[in-house]
């Protein structure tokens, strides 16, 4: 079976050493929009190209030959159990899973973050609407029966994915593990302010994506 690990990595973002060290031993692809850089350790794969989350995994996806896709974002970090936990799902999935993590929020942001973490666990298990920066584990099949990620989306693209995927009979499923991310953003840009954009933003993609027929 087989997961090939898949981390997009923004012009900007650094090369995620910390994750990298939880991923040792995995099959690992970097998609970026720079040349690799010199000290890139060598059991790294390093793809580059134009800019933008879908495109970029559309392009190491079809660098990669394994069966599993797992899209972990660059400024994740995962618990001492996740690696394991993926392995184990990839064995036992059929399909038509799309394995997920629970979200949780790095200190770095601001109170109100509690409450929006409880929000996106909750819509991930009531509403089967997970999104990317729950490292989202897909099966080929299912990308390639979706035509891949949306690339005409300037963000968004794993809530679409997800929702298409429903779509066709993909069934999100729950995974004993979490993911750690930043809040940065929320603390940047305001609390309220960037929650109302995120959810107003989300109820119109989702909206879009249920049109999608395949």
Known sequence: MGVDVIIPLGP??????????????LDVTLSATTPPPPSLNTGLNWVSGSAGRAAQLNRAIEQTDKAWLW???AD???DAGAVGCIQAFCQTADGSCLGYGDLQFNDDGPLGMRLNQWGA???SRWWGQPYGDQALCI????????GGFSPHLERGEDLDFVIRA???GGRPQRLPFTVTTSARRYR???????????????HRLVRQAKRWRP
């Open 166 to 168: 429903r779509a066709v």
């Open 121 to 123: 666990n909750l819509r």
């Open 71 to 73: 899209i972990i974002h």
């Open 76 to 78: 994740s970090q995962l």
């Open 139 to 146: 099966h080929r099949r299912l990308w390639q029966a979706l």
């Open 12 to 25: 900007a973002e650094p090369l995620p050493t910390a994750l990298l060290d939880q991923l040792a031993g």
């Open 188 to 202: 940047s840009h305001g609390w309220l302010a960037t929650t109302l954009n995120h959810q107003l933003s989300a």
